[in-house]
């Protein structure tokens, strides 16, 4: 029988149950000293509809689910709905058995570019072997919030590729845009040694990037890419001209991006944005939530960001 309770639940990014409890106290005000852990799920009693950074899926309307069997839990949990993840931190061949009998879902990694289908999947997690939590009701449309992308371990200069495909996969996803593409222009701000800026290449864009270090030689002598060695905050838009994509995954104080990122915005000549906040120290929630205001954006912590946070804009 299932039995649906007081509580959200956070899976929190690997690793990262720390900065998802840190965010709970400081971002929101939750008391943690109610919360229960199980493995990175964090439960939380009598707790505000709310949506934290470093949950990568938040289980919004709980439910417990006690069964005798393998097979009753999967019918229990098909009755609901088609689709569904799990994610466990014990009895994993139990719950692959589940998993087995419910209706098939894409597991397998991806390859890029990739467009996330936006239809719901819940998520379970044995607590026991009689005993599982669960939530149809889930923010993300991604199996467990995970995004696992096929790797290239010859080609990238950086594996700061990965972090972009992310990002551009979510893009996509979520304005409801086409991938950057051979007509696309775009400014890869901090590039070097050039993940990002190859990232765009293998679509086909031709890319303006700016770094103090030069990028590797296969993209330096690449015709479809302009180099210049400079400080990218203090190149003037005017003078650089209209561009569809902007990208920044400079290493910098987030204020000084958050004011670089308004000059451009104001001045009309970009798209479309996709920047890294790099968090050092103590989080100022307050500018994170200005990232977040700027009309058409969305802030998000990717399954391939570390200590940071990325801010997407899109002007459509
Ligand atoms: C994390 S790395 C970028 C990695 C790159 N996205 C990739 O995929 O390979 C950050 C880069 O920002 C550059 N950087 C730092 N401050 C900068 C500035 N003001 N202007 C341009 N580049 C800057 C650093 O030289 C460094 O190469």
Redesign the pocket.
């Known amino acids: 029988m299932i039995e649906y309770i007081d509580s959200i639940g956070f899976l929190s990014f690997p690793d990262m149950v720390g900065m998802l409890q840190s965010e709970l106290k400081n971002r929101f005000e939750v008391d943690s000293s109610s919360s229960k852990i199980y493995g990175d799920l964090i439960l939380q009693d009598s707790c505000k509809e709310i949506l934290p950074y470093w949950s990568k899926c938040t289980l919004t309307k709980p439910f417990i689910l006690h069964f005798d069997s393998i097979g009753e839990a999967a019918r229990e949990l098909k009755s609901i709905q088609r689709n569904w993840a799990s994610y466990q931190f014990t009895q994993f061949r139990r719950s692959a058995l589940i998993q087995e009998k419910l209706p098939y879902i894409n597991l397998k990694v991806k390859k890029f570019p990739f467009t996330i289908p936006q239809s719901p999947i819940g998520i379970f997690t044995l607590l026991d072997s009689n005993t599982l939590i669960g939530s149809a009701q889930t923010s993300s449309f991604l199996p467990a919030g995970n995004l696992v992308l096929e790797e290239d371990h010859e080609n990238p200069?950086?594996r700061?590729?990965l972090k972009?495909q992310e990002a551009l996969c979510r893009f996509v996803s979520h304005f409801d845009v086409d991938f950057p593409d051979e007509n696309s222009t775009c400014f890869d701000?901090?590039?070097?040694?050039?993940?990002?800026t190859w990232v765009l290449r293998q679509l086909g864009s031709s890319v303006f990037a700016?770094?103090?270090?030069e990028l590797v030689p296969a993209l330096m002598n690449d015709s479809k890419v302009k180099f210049l060695k400079?400080?990218?905050?203090t190149l003037k838009p005017n003078e650089l001209g209209r561009f569809d994509w902007i990208f920044s995954?400079?290493?910098?104080y987030p204020i000084r991006l958050y004011e670089w990122v308004n000059l451009w915005l104001d001045s009309g000549l970009v798209k479309n944005m996709i920047c890294t906040i790099k968090m050092q120290g103590e989080i100022d929630w307050n500018l994170v939530e200005k990232f977040a205001e700027i009309p058409n954006s969305l802030v998000v912590h990717l399954n391939y960001n570390k200590h940071e946070l990325t801010w997407m804009h899109c002007e459509k």
Request: charged fraction near 15%.
């Open positions: 200069p950086s700061a590729y972009l701000a901090g590039a070097c040694p050039g993940g990002w700016v770094d103090r270090a400079h400080d990218a905050f995954d400079v290493i910098c």
